[in-house]
């Protein structure tokens, strides 16, 4: 054939360094900190739940498109139950549509609300299917990079660039914070000021909040909350994060009718329903008590001081996240520079797998000496990769 066998503008956004990485990773016998999976199941009981809805026959089959009655009644009332002091509940007829997982929730919130040209306001470092989605969709990408502060080993929103960046061409923000890979949690102040030129320039938002719960310093506040952004947001949020069943693949989308309604539209042309059964579960795991979100944060947030101070003592700059269970690292401590030589490098170094973050950049010399460790298994585990880690200062 004459022509290539893959869109062109989806064939520059093959991150094929995860694979490579975790094939370096069982080679090298190395432990793996690349890809952000657990290495423990979730909570017993939601997993009873899932082989309960199995035996029961509930699932089996196609469920409602929108997702099981089960599911959207108990996100809607997880939104009630965590974010109702701040105004904010959705309607789960017409207002929660359930996907599958958040990275489709992302491809069909592109495809619904894009025409081809529109611009798309993105956060860089930026989750890999942010880039693929807006160009299946025909958009136009353009990024505002998120700078690292060394003194405060953080990373900060430049405001200014932001509003410089908006165009009459722009269509929606899509923003994400939690934020991975940097660990970053926007501020209150941040937030303001995202929804305030919003809602000036009459922008849609796309927020991707799958960390929400995942908050160790400052809080977790939902942009559709703040005023005039309830209309013009659609938040998405799944369970993989939240209760380790990454493989379940069940997220969700709220907003307003309209733009839900728009979401589904393109969903039924993409998975059309899935994960029928564990949608009965994750519809259980949402009512779990506040002890369980409470226990879960304080365990992540000594697994990432094991790693983060693994990492220091390697000698890396270690950029402590707010939230999230990633965290980022400067390799130029070490005399080094380039993120991509230094990952495939350290399984034979140390023994351990990473990322480097140019590769969830446009301006990949933005993101060129910065590496991501992710830091959601076990403590016994993360401590043995820190003793590795020693051996880069050695």
Request: charged residues 25%; contains cysteine.
């Amino acid at each position: 054939m004459d022509r290539p066998l893959l869109n062109r503008r989806l064939a520059e956004f093959g991150t094929t360094i995860f694979a490579e990485m975790s094939a370096l990773a069982v080679r090298t016998g190395s432990i793996n900190l690349g890809q952000g999976f657990p290495d423990a199941d979730g909570p017993e009981e939601v997993r009873e739940a899932a082989v309960r809805a199995l035996r029961d026959g509930r699932g089996n089959q196609y469920p409602p498109g929108p997702g099981v009655p089960e599911l959207r009644t108990a996100v809607a009332a997880h939104q009630e139950r965590h974010y109702g002091h701040l105004g904010l509940s959705y309607d789960p007829d017409s207002e929660v549509l359930v996907t599958a997982g958040a990275t489709e929730a992302i491809a069909a919130s592109m495809l619904a609300l894009l025409e081809p040209g529109d611009e798309v306001i993105a956060l860089e470092p930026y989750y890999d299917s942010y880039a693929a989605t807006i160009a299946m969709a025909g958009g136009r990408r353009v990024p505002v990079t998120l700078r690292a502060q060394p003194e405060s080993g953080s990373y900060r929103l430049d405001l200014d660039e932001l509003r410089d960046a908006v165009t009459d061409d722009t269509r929606l923000i899509l923003l994400n914070t939690p934020h991975n890979p940097t660990g970053t949690v926007l501020s209150r102040d941040e937030l303001t000021a995202v929804a305030e030129l919003a809602v000036e320039r009459n922008l849609l938002v796309v927020t991707d909040e799958v960390y929400e719960h995942l908050v160790f310093e400052g809080e977790h506040l939902p942009l559709a909350s703040f005023p005039g952004m309830r209309e013009r947001t659609v938040t998405i949020s799944s369970a993989g994060k939240t209760f380790s069943f990454t493989g379940w693949k069940v997220g969700w989308v709220t907003g307003p009718a309209e733009l839900v309604g728009a979401v589904r539209s393109a969903k039924q042309f993409l998975t059309y329903v899935s994960a029928g059964p564990f949608q009965y579960a994750v519809a259980e795991a949402l009512a779990l008590p506040d002890a369980y979100y409470t226990g879960l944060r304080d365990d992540l947030r000594t697994k990432r001081d094991v790693l983060a101070d693994g990492l220091a003592d390697a000698g890396l700059k270690v950029f402590r996240p707010s939230g999230t269970y990633f965290i980022t690292t400067d390799i130029r401590p070490l005399g080094e520079s380039d993120g991509f030589a230094f990952c495939r490098a350290l399984p034979e170094r140390a023994g351990v797998v990473a990322i480097p973050n140019a590769v969830f950049y446009d301006h990949k010399e933005q993101g060129a000496p910065f590496v991501r460790f992710a830091f959601c298994k076990s403590v016994e585990v993360l401590a043995e990769a820190a003793g590795r880690l020693k051996a880069l200062s050695a």
